[in-house]
């Protein structure tokens, strides 16, 4: 990662902090009845302390397992991981169990899509929040009082806007609309004061007006608390306005990054520019296409790029593998359509 | 030409009562559409769009007669759907599409078989339902080969294609689309509603087309109407409604759906934003139901509910901002 990505402003101070966490040619295979499906394929990402980093990409790109590989939270015996996990310089592969476990939680943390099943509905959100600070306590051999940790928990639901958290903490969470119930998953993976947060599709379930608000709130949060934030999503859209950097992904490869400004005046993969095009838009016109075919069958990817039975400009050379050419400042894409054009990264 | 109205929507009603205690005595009413009346033209794409909770599911099913109105009435081609509900000719002429493909397909039933239920009610010879089934794959873009696979080896999208063709396999008039394709990704997405404007405009048939995407809406619906806790709020030709939209609510929410591009980003309506979440049907609010988050509530909001400014197909508002009895 030489290539020169400082930005212009206050903004371009971001790149000068040291990454949170440094994702590296990361390959995560699973043994499936069909043979081994290689899901992903070499995927490389950064993220730094005020960053706002989207992983965009549809549904079975891979986005989820790179999500759980980075928590620790694939299922241990049927994932094979290769490549480099780093946080905050260290080695999480290579870390024993113990030393994983007491991040998990604390320094990184994560907000679920789901705000109907990510909460147990037998169990009061008090119990639920009081819960996550008692192991954490555990976990780092303190002790605190239980008006102590009652405190803690109402200064976060506080800080997610969350009206009368008295309230909330004796409530079932059946009692609680879809967006409260989302400001309690927030505020769950703020209760160990994370410097790292995943948020899997936040806000998705909900309606346009709550997801609106619940995406200020983590933008928010990011500026206040310095938390390096990557952000999972489908919607281009929320990419656009909650994201500074974004990677693009298709079965198993980033096939683009770059700045968000940078993608969105340009998006140069083919897989990026005919995605966009399938996004309906505000302005009108119904010029929206789709994109022919299927996401590979990942236990038999095509050779080489692996859009390349789906691409308009496949080719020979399509069989290889294409390096991430960057083509001007930190953008980068990996398809052989922009060789020569700002030489190979 | 007078345009000539397939569907006719006047003042409906649906309560669902709430019961309580050991008797299951009736302790009050949810208000799942609460007077609502609109037209859809033949050959059209009505949109109706609102957010979970609004009632648009309700009035879907109400209008494909799989639920009964508490009052009002639906006339379909100039027919009340009180009377034709449950006839085979009504079920010819009305059919729907489901949101989730995944479960409104019959996982037992091949795909064929699947197809050939409502052949049962089209008149067609038996002998002729294999050509039949065979047509309908043809026609929303899947080889014939799939008559005989199961919805498992399926994709969602084209899941959703079954789903359109056993749909269109009586010959419909009228298509009620029940956010057919909100469990798509944007590129499948994309070639379902290609799809549907194609078969539309071979078949000619009308759209009642159900959503809360906004986005999808400006670009598929040439008429929409917004509902809110169980009532319009703005009904107009889509462009209008998005290039200048007049109720609040249908500001706000415009203005917070995310966007890909600076220009599209150029044309959200500055307003304050939508603060809070939708109330439950069981307890609206006295008054304008929106006022409890409207950004613009003054005093009459909050003792008399609007009537609707504009008829007919004017852009028309049912809100308190606007002078009673004008459409403009």
Not at chain 1, 261 to 286: Q, W
Not at chain 2, 87 to 99: H, S, Y
Not at chain 2, 198 to 216: A, K, Q, T
Not at chain 2, 256 to 274: F, G, M, T
């Amino acid at each position: 990662m030489t290539a020169p990505r400082r930005r212009g402003g206050a903004a371009g101070a971001v790149q000068d902090r040291e990454p949170v966490l440094e994702v590296e040619d990361l390959r995560v295979s699973f043994a499936t009845f069909d043979g081994v499906a290689e899901v992903l394929n070499g995927v490389s990402l950064e993220v730094r302390p005020g960053q706002r980093v989207g992983l965009v990409g549809e549904s079975g790109c891979g986005k989820s397992v790179t999500m759980r590989a980075i928590m620790g939270i694939l299922p241990e015996r049927a994932a094979r991981i290769r490549g480099r996990l780093r946080f905050e310089g260290r080695d999480l592969l290579t870390m024993s169990r113990a030393q994983r476990q007491a991040l998990k939680g604390n320094a990184m943390s994560m907000v679920f899509q789901d705000p109907m099943t990510s909460l147990n509905p037998v169990f009061r959100i008090g119990e639920q929040l009081s819960d996550i600070v008692r192991w954490a306590d555990r976990r780092r051999g303190e002790h605190r009082t239980g008006n102590a940790r009652r405190a803690r928990i109402l200064e976060v639901l506080e800080q997610v806007r969350l009206p009368d958290p008295a309230r909330i903490l004796d409530a079932y969470p059946l009692q609680l609309s879809g967006g409260m119930r989302q400001r309690v998953l927030i505020a769950m993976a703020l209760l160990n004061r994370p410097r790292f947060l995943i948020a899997d599709e936040p806000g998705t379930a909900l309606d346009v007006t709550t997801q609106d608000e619940i995406l200020r709130l983590l933008n928010d949060l990011v500026r206040d608390e310095r938390l390096a934030l990557l952000m999972i999503t489908h919607n281009l859209g929320v990419v656009r306005e909650m994201t500074d950097h974004v990677y693009v992904m298709y079965a198993g490869n980033v096939v683009e990054e770059g700045t968000t400004a940078e993608i969105f005046a340009a998006p140069a993969h083919p897989y990026t520019r005919a995605l966009f095009a399938c996004v309906p838009k505000l302005s009108g016109g119904r010029a929206f296409a789709g994109i022919d075919g299927t996401l590979p069958d990942y236990t038999q990817p095509p050779d080489g790029c692996r859009f390349h039975p789906r691409c308009p400009h496949a080719g020979e050379r399509c069989l290889t593998l294409p390096p991430a050419f960057a083509i001007g400042g930190s953008h980068r894409s990996a398809c052989w359509l922009h060789e020569g054009e700002g030489g190979a990264a | 030409m007078t345009p000539e109205p397939i569907l006719q929507v006047r003042d409906l009603r649906k309560l669902f009562p709430v019961r309580r205690g050991l008797f299951q005595r009736v302790v009050g009413h949810v208000r799942a559409i609460d007077g609502v009346g609109f037209e859809v033209q033949r050959g059209e794409i009505f949109g109706l769009a609102g957010e979970s909770g609004s009632g648009k599911s309700t009035l879907a099913r109400i209008v494909v007669g799989l639920s009964t109105p508490t009052s009002g009435s639906i006339r379909f081609g100039g027919e009340e759907v009180a009377t034709l509900r449950g006839t085979r000719a009504f079920r010819r002429r009305v059919q729907m599409v489901f949101q989730n493909p995944g479960s409104s397909l019959n996982p037992r039933r091949s795909i064929q078989q699947t197809l050939q239920v409502p052949l049962h009610f089209s008149g067609l010879e038996p002998a002729r339902w294999d050509q039949r089934a065979a047509e309908l794959l043809e026609m929303v873009e899947l080889p014939a080969a799939f008559r005989s696979k199961y919805p498992f080896e399926l994709s969602g999208g084209q899941k959703q294609r079954v789903a359109i063709a056993r749909a269109l396999a009586v010959g419909p008039e009228l298509l009620v689309l029940d956010e057919p394709t909100s469990a798509l990704d944007v590129s499948v997405q994309a070639k379902v509603i290609e799809l549907l404007v194609r078969i539309r405009n071979e078949l000619n048939l009308s759209y009642l087309f159900i959503s809360h995407d906004l986005s999808l809406m400006r670009n598929f619906t040439s008429r929409l109407a917004v509902m809110y806790l169980g009532k319009l709020s703005e009904v107009g030709f889509t462009g209008d409604v998005f290039t200048a939209p007049k109720h609040p609510y249908t500001q706000g929410l415009i203005s917070s759906v995310p966007v890909v591009s600076a220009e599209e980003a150029a044309l959200k309506p500055v307003v304050e934003r939508i603060r809070g979440e939708i109330p439950s049907p069981t307890n609206v609010p006295p008054g304008c139901s929106f006022h409890t988050r409207c950004p613009q509530c003054f005093e009459p909001c909050r003792e008399a509910d609007p009537t609707f400014r504009g008829a007919g197909f004017e852009h028309a508002v049912r809100c308190h901002l606007y002078p009673e009895g004008d459409g403009a």
